[in-house]
């Protein structure tokens, strides 16, 4: 037999559960990242400044690897350029026909590793703008 302040014990916590649940589901405004994320435009500009942050350095792809993601280079060695593997590593409209895209956000047909290696990922945030900038169509803006 369950002890009478076990019992009341659960009648207050069941009466507390009760109580705090909503009638319905609200939504909540967008976080400061969400309407960033949804209202910004990534730019070629902020492209090339993920490149030179994480991939356009002298041991990697500044020249010693190609493609060349140096500034002033990128734009011309990445939009409607072949990679190794045949793919185009921008196709403008297309980010899943575009390799550097599958490379940066692990997607499948790459050869050898996810990008940038070493040294981590890029966030979700950076690739899907990445992403939409070139289903923009990649302008070199």
């Given at each position: 037999?369950?002890?009478k302040?076990?019992?009341?014990?659960?009648?207050?916590?069941?009466?507390?559960?009760a109580?705090?649940?909503?009638?319905?589901?609200?939504?909540?405004?967008?976080?400061?990242?969400?309407?960033?994320?949804?209202?910004?435009?990534?730019?070629?500009?902020?492209?090339?400044?993920?490149?030179?942050?994480?991939?356009?350095?002298?041991?990697?792809?500044?020249?010693?690897?190609?493609?060349?993601?140096?500034?002033?280079?990128?734009?011309?060695?990445?939009?409607?350029?072949?990679?190794f593997?045949?793919?185009?590593?921008?196709?403008?409209?297309?980010?899943?026909?575009?390799?550097?895209?599958?490379?940066?956000?692990?997607?499948?047909?790459?050869?050898?590793?996810?990008?940038?290696?070493?040294?981590?990922?890029?966030?979700?945030?950076?690739?899907?703008?990445?992403?939409?900038?070139?289903?923009?169509?990649?302008?070199?803006?």
């Amino acid at each position: 037999m369950i002890p009478k302040y076990m019992l009341l014990l659960l009648m207050v916590l069941g009466a507390i559960v009760a109580g705090g649940c909503a009638d319905s589901i609200t939504e909540s405004e967008p976080s400061v990242l969400d309407r960033t994320r949804v209202n910004a435009v990534f730019r070629f500009s902020d492209v090339q400044a993920v490149l030179n942050n994480n991939c356009a350095f002298s041991s990697c792809h500044a020249g010693t690897q190609l493609p060349n993601m140096s500034a002033g280079q990128a734009y011309a060695n990445l939009v409607n350029q072949p990679s190794f593997q045949g793919d185009d590593y921008i196709e403008p409209g297309d980010p899943s026909a575009s390799y550097l895209f599958r490379k940066i956000s692990g997607g499948p047909n790459i050869n050898g590793v996810r990008m940038p290696f070493p040294g981590g990922y890029l966030s979700d945030t950076v690739i899907d703008s990445i992403g939409a900038w070139i289903s923009r169509g990649a302008p070199n803006d």
